[in-house]
């Protein structure tokens, strides 16, 4: 009876411990990786690219954008084992989640950490057999706005879907 109680402990433990894994921490091991292309783009380098940046990457300032961190990694068995299950598992404190969405294979999570209306931290984290990438967005943009560019704008949508195309087709799972 004591091992079984002490296991149970260790279990959850355990648990504790991802649950308190960052989003930076969660970006920072997947760009280490061997594969991984990355991408940190932070207010500075926005605003000196101004002239040259493309349309989204602008819409994004104008929406209150101070950084963009990009990792995409190359298709790896082990690693997108992995990495779908840290995307799964991820909700840090504070942090809800927006969407969760397993669409023909492909998963799509995003969370997000809100503050009096502000968007201060959100994570697009998507994970399929030939690509896995994650987006991490901070600054101080207003959900509502983000949520009608996620929705009317082509160049924003996730596996060619709108936030509310995913948000249906979650409610349909």
Do not use: W
């Amino acid at each position: 009876m004591k091992k079984t109680f002490i296991l149970m402990c260790m279990l959850a433990v355990a648990q504790l411990g991802m649950a308190q894994v960052t989003v930076d921490e969660l970006v920072d091991k997947y760009a280490k990786t061997e594969n991984a292309v990355v991408q940190k783009v932070d207010k500075e380098m926005m605003e000196s690219m101004k002239d040259q940046a493309p349309e989204q990457l602008l819409t994004l300032v104008e929406m209150g954008v101070d950084a963009v961190d990009v990792v995409v990694l190359e298709e790896d068995e082990e690693i997108t084992k992995e990495f779908t299950e840290d995307c799964m598992n991820l909700l840090p404190e504070n942090y809800e989640e927006l969407v969760a969405i397993n669409h023909e294979g492909t998963l799509v999570r995003i969370i997000l950490l809100e503050i009096d209306g502000f968007v201060k931290n959100m994570l697009v984290l998507v994970s399929s057999d030939f690509n896995n990438v994650m987006v991490n967005l901070k600054g101080n943009i207003e959900r509502q706005k983000l949520e009608e560019l996620m929705n009317n704008n082509s160049s924003f949508k996730i596996n060619n879907m709108s936030l509310d195309e995913m948000l249906e087709q979650q409610n349909a799972e």
